[in-house]
């Protein structure tokens, strides 16, 4: 959504000041003489000198039959109208200096046109055929128009809309259009609206389809203030600009208009949008649909994207128009070399008004930097832009596919909508980026054409460039990564691939709130203020890793020299503490660690028994699992049952890699010891348990928690069924809080480079081998995974515990 003038005025020569009046050098061909006399060429249009100019001396404009606008000096455009057609050079000459005040020859008139007015295309050719003219083609500009409404038609269709800049009701929009932001914003909100909109495609559609409308919409604004100022519109119609749809009005004759009059007509798109977002909310009033709300807020959104003067939209044109200079990116070389002390005296470090200077060098001073900053930006996030862009496509055509299959044509519509959206912005940034390097390559070959010093040295600063540029986009493994949720995309993240960063501090402190990265599982019910989890954070010392210490300063054993994550090796479990911790460092490896536990507790003593799984991996093309299972079974009464599940999950510098670690925790209580046919079951099933962790490595990820969950509620069903050994106590029960049922907690880290499914993941063959009891460490070299079961005898007297016995251990690498 964009106004246009016809293309920003270009400057032919500085318009301080009248060029000096040349003089022919002898043999010169004359353009200009023949049977022809010198007039203007087709559809070129003198608009007259530049009201509010910002110039100390007000440049005139001339428009090309192309649309072009031209800043003329006014000796170029005395020349250009005395040019009718009727006057030879002679005559022409008189007119000239009648209207300059000074003596202008017939030579001076024919060395003009022939070295400046010519090559602009301003006048026809000395044998009356028209100029070929190449119109400029900067990067910021609209392109592949295509016009929808000719002059006629827009100045007919506006014509009524002019009204609407009645001063009364202008306030009046303004004013409801002010109440009506803050309170869908500060009041309402937007939380049913998104809802029942993402509820019905249809919906969203509609609100697709009236904001696009809108945006017509505001191009009626340009052209009825123009109508308003008295000016006449020009043709309407749409095109690309920086690879996005953009709708265009030609308000190319505001020109003739003072200052007040080229604002106007700069904020009537803006106004329109206000119109539209007091109408959605009438609308609103009348309906009762939520989803009508998220219009208003489209209209906001796009009046602050159209206020940015950075690029042109309109806060470009705005600032424009109030400055009195049309072209703002024309000054950004003569500002820049205007700052340097040794040009403070040049002439076209002056041609502007000492308040337009400030204000376009401070508009400079803030567009370059800026637009530089996301150039670089934009060049170094490409891979990662690009990588986002194809996975985002992906997960939309497999719902396309599914809506496809189920006949929801309007989900159909929304998913492929949804596609062009992600592939526009990522075809834009490449656009631009290919762009960038060809105008360089080609701009530097053309300047530097008979110079063979400059072009050899320019030739090599592009060739170290695009060797840069190289290195930034070479697929390395982690550089074509689709951003991630839960990245933070700071400055600092976007600038790290170049810069060397300084390790992060510690933002989580015990016994202190902070913020970190929390992974869940696909699918899995997130925890909220209202309703928390249980979970563990694994926060980072300080300390070096060999260390071997816990954040509580417990001794954690011999730390291996293998341990490379940013936060301590877990604690060896005490008592009857069950743990299954699976560390991988070696590539195209994968390690199984699998820990399960029948734990007896009797006497009445405090429960406080802990089932932990962790999977850490720091490695490329690896896989680490870790799997807890424990069975607490509470003999007789017990105050104190406060059991923990605990699992972690970690990647630390890991490509193409999975980390999987679940813990799964039953905890009954009974009245008394099982009788013998209960006994002997339990511990038949026990066995088959034990067997299945024997050979968990060939079992799919996907099928563990299923399976484990079954052999719970087998578990259970012997415990309930069971005829225990004095008449007189009555069946055993599950426990309810503080002694929870059935429980299980899992964490998954899906691998940070291409997914490796679970299911299907390299299986390794176990090979035999010895562990020591339950919660010992394996260390070594090769990654290793130890599986350590207690038998399901309790130990008599002891309250609780459990006796390991050797199991074999499975390796692959």
């Not at 002059?151 to 001063?167: D, G």
């Not at 170049?498 to 510690?506: D, F, K, V, W």
């Not at 929390?518 to 010392?541: E, F, H, I, Y």
């Amino acid at each position: 959504m964009t106004q246009t003038h016809g293309g920003p005025p270009s400057q032919a020569g500085p318009p301080s000041s009248d060029p000096a009046l040349p003089q022919d050098p002898p043999g010169r061909t004359i353009t200009t003489s023949g049977a022809h006399l010198p007039a203007l060429a087709d559809g070129v249009q003198l608009l007259g000198p530049a009201e509010g100019s910002g110039y100390r001396e007000p440049p005139a404009l001339v428009r090309r039959a192309d649309g072009q606008t031209l800043q003329l000096t006014r000796l170029l455009y005395l020349v250009l109208e005395g040019a009718d057609g009727t006057r030879d050079l002679e005559a022409i000459a008189g007119c000239v200096s009648a209207g300059s005040g000074r003596l202008v020859s017939a030579d001076n008139v024919r060395t003009l046109m022939d070295s400046q007015l010519l090559p602009m295309g301003l006048l026809r050719l000395a044998d009356g055929s028209q100029p070929e003219v190449k119109k400029s083609n900067p990067l910021l500009g609209l392109r592949f128009r295509y016009i929808v409404s000719d002059p006629e038609r827009t100045r007919r269709i506006t014509a009524p809309f002019a009204v609407l800049f009645n001063p009364l009701i202008v306030v009046g929009v303004a004013a409801a259009f002010l109440a009506a932001c803050w309170w869908v914003l500060m009041v309402k909100g937007l939380g049913s609206a998104t809802h029942e909109a993402f509820e019905q495609p249809a919906l969203l559609l509609l609100i697709l389809a009236v904001t696009i409308l809108s945006a017509g919409f505001h191009e009626f604004g340009h052209a009825a203030a123009t109508r308003k100022g008295g000016a006449t519109p020009g043709a309407m119609g749409a095109g690309l600009y920086l690879l996005w749809p953009a709708f265009f009005t030609d308000v190319t004759d505001s020109y003739r208009l003072g200052r007040g009059g080229r604002i106007r007509t700069d904020l009537g798109g803006l106004y329109f949008n206000a119109i539209v977002a007091v109408a959605i909310m009438g609308l609103w009033w009348a309906t009762g649909f939520d989803a009508l709300l998220l219009v208003v807020v489209t209209q906001i959104l796009q009046m602050v994207r159209q206020l940015i003067p950075l690029v042109k939209y309109d806060g470009y044109h705005i600032l424009a128009d109030a400055t009195g200079v049309p072209d703002l990116f024309q000054r950004i070389k003569p500002t820049l070399l205007g700052i340097l002390p040794w040009r403070w005296g040049n002439p076209e470090s002056r041609v502007l008004k000492p308040w337009a200077r400030a204000v376009v060098t401070l508009w400079v001073l803030v567009t370059v930097p800026v637009l530089l900053f996301s150039m670089v930006m934009m060049v170094l996030s490409l891979p990662r832009l690009l990588a986002t862009g194809w996975a985002s496509v992906g997960k939309q055509q497999e719902a396309l596919s599914a809506s496809l299959a189920g006949g929801d044509f309007l989900g159909v519509a929304v998913r492929a909508l949804a596609m062009i959206v992600v592939a526009v912005p990522v075809l834009g940034v490449l656009y631009i980026v290919v762009r960038l390097l060809r105008q360089l390559v080609t701009g530097l070959w053309q300047k530097t054409r008979g110079k063979a010093l400059q072009r050899a040295a320019a030739m090599t600063a592009v060739a170290v460039l695009l060797g840069g540029l190289a290195w930034a986009w070479w697929p390395d493994g982690g550089t074509y990564r689709p951003v991630q949720a839960y990245e933070r995309g700071t400055l600092g993240d976007a600038t790290g691939a170049i810069l060397p960063q300084r390790p992060e501090r510690t933002v989580l402190r015990e016994g202190a709130n902070g913020r970190t990265v929390a992974l869940w599982p696909a699918g899995a019910a997130k925890p909220t203020r209202d309703n928390p989890q249980l979970s563990m954070v694994l926060v980072p010392t300080g300390k070096a890793a060999s260390a071997g210490t816990s954040s509580g300063g417990t001794a954690a054993g011999p730390a291996a020299p293998s341990w490379v994550f940013p936060f301590d090796r877990p604690a060896a479990p005490e008592g009857d503490g069950n743990q299954a911790l699976a560390v991988n460092t070696t590539d195209g490896s994968v390690q199984y660690s699998v820990a399960f536990a029948l734990v007896w507790a009797e006497d009445g003593q405090p429960v406080t028994t802990t089932n932990e799984a962790y999977a850490f991996a720091n490695c490329s093309g690896c896989a680490a699992v870790a799997v807890g299972f424990q069975v607490v079974l509470i003999v007789g009464q017990t105050d104190v049952i406060v059991p923990q599940n605990l699992s972690a999950a970690a990647n630390y510098n890991c490509l193409d890699c999975l980390t999987y670690a679940l813990a799964s925790q039953l905890v009954l209580t009974l009245d008394g010891p099982l009788d013998g046919d209960s006994q002997r079951q339990l511990e038949a099933l026990w066995a088959r348990i034990a067997d299945y962790g024997r050979n968990l490595q060939d079992v799919p990820l996907s099928d563990i928690q299923a399976t484990l969950n079954g052999y719970k509620d087998q578990i259970t069903a012997i415990v309930k069924g069971a005829s225990v050994t004095s008449a007189s106590t009555p069946a055993p029960s599950v426990s309810a809080d503080p002694s929870p049922g059935p429980s299980s907690s899992g964490a998954v880290v899906e691998p940070s480079g291409p997914a490796t499914d679970p299911a299907g993941g390299p299986n390794p063959a176990p090979t035999s081998g010895a562990t020591g009891p339950t919660g010992q460490y394996t260390e070594g070299p090769a990654p290793t995974s130890s599986v350590a079961y207690p038998t399901t005898e309790p130990t008599a007297g002891s309250g609780s515990g459990a006796t390991p016995v050797p199991v074999p251990t499975s390796s692959a690498g």
